[in-house]
């Protein structure tokens, strides 16, 4: 089974653009959330959707926002990048969005804002 | 507030003996744990997980301990191998949100494994 895809790996903006993620989770699983990684503040939850529905969302500014499709498949978009927005996006996926349940992650979207 | 704390930020242990990794917590409301491995430029990888119904949960060479009353848990890798040197995240779910609200994460241990 292949495992949870992000697109792209590496992505370079300037401040003020705005930029979309891509994450393809794996065959048959349902729930996507998003993390966003900083050496700072560690992994932080962005977000989690399901059957395109957006479950709760994290302690993020109204700029993050995301969507997940019919086919479970999910982007994250950030408007109005800030050079504090640098930072390795990860998508994880499982197959019901059950407490507990483990996530699967993805290797990322390594995002630099200058 | 980090409700999640992992005080040590690298740990250096010899290989074939046992590594022991610290988590703290201060939420009353987290009852899910999890342990996540992960090495440079992949995403982690879900290694084991314990509910706060019990105490210890096995598999294979990892064993997680949870300690309530203490707000600890802890990683047990026997015997540690090269393959196991990895930075690695103590995850927790607060029931509260029913699991909605995402995992709370540990900065994380780096682990060296020494031959």
């Known amino acids: 089974k292949a495992g949870v895809t992000q697109t792209p790996r590496y992505l370079i903006k300037t401040r003020g653009q705005q930029v979309t993620l891509s994450c393809s989770p794996i065959?048959?699983?349902?729930?996507v959330s998003w993390y966003q990684q900083t050496p700072g503040q560690g992994l932080q939850f962005l977000f989690e959707y399901f059957s395109e529905t957006q479950r709760n969302k994290g302690n993020f500014p109204g700029r993050f926002s995301g969507r997940q499709f019919s086919n479970s498949r999910s982007e994250m978009n950030v408007s109005t990048l800030e050079l504090g927005d640098s930072a390795l996006y990860l998508c994880?996926?499982?197959?019901?969005?059950?407490?507990?349940?483990?996530?699967?992650f993805g290797n990322g979207t390594r995002l630099t804002v200058t | 507030d980090q409700q999640v704390k992992q005080n040590s930020p690298s740990l250096s242990v010899q290989e074939g003996r046992i590594s022991i990794l610290n988590c703290d917590y201060t939420n009353s409301m987290f009852d899910y744990f999890l342990w996540y491995k992960k090495y440079p430029a992949e995403g982690p990888t879900f290694l084991i997980s314990?509910?706060?119904?019990?105490d210890k949960n096995e598999d294979g060479r990892f064993t997680v301990f949870l300690n309530k009353s203490a707000k600890h848990l802890s990683l047990h890798i026997v015997p540690s191998q090269p393959g196991d040197s990895a930075v690695y995240f103590c995850?927790?779910?607060?029931?509260?949100?029913?699991?909605?609200?995402?995992?709370?994460f540990g900065k994380g241990t780096h682990l060296i494994i020494q031959p």
């Open positions: 314990i509910s706060s119904i019990k």
């Open positions: 994880a996926s499982r197959p019901l969005a059950l407490e507990g349940s483990p996530l699967h």
């Open positions: 065959s048959g699983h349902r729930s």
């Open positions: 995850a927790a779910s607060d029931k509260s949100g029913g699991g909605a609200d995402g995992l709370t």
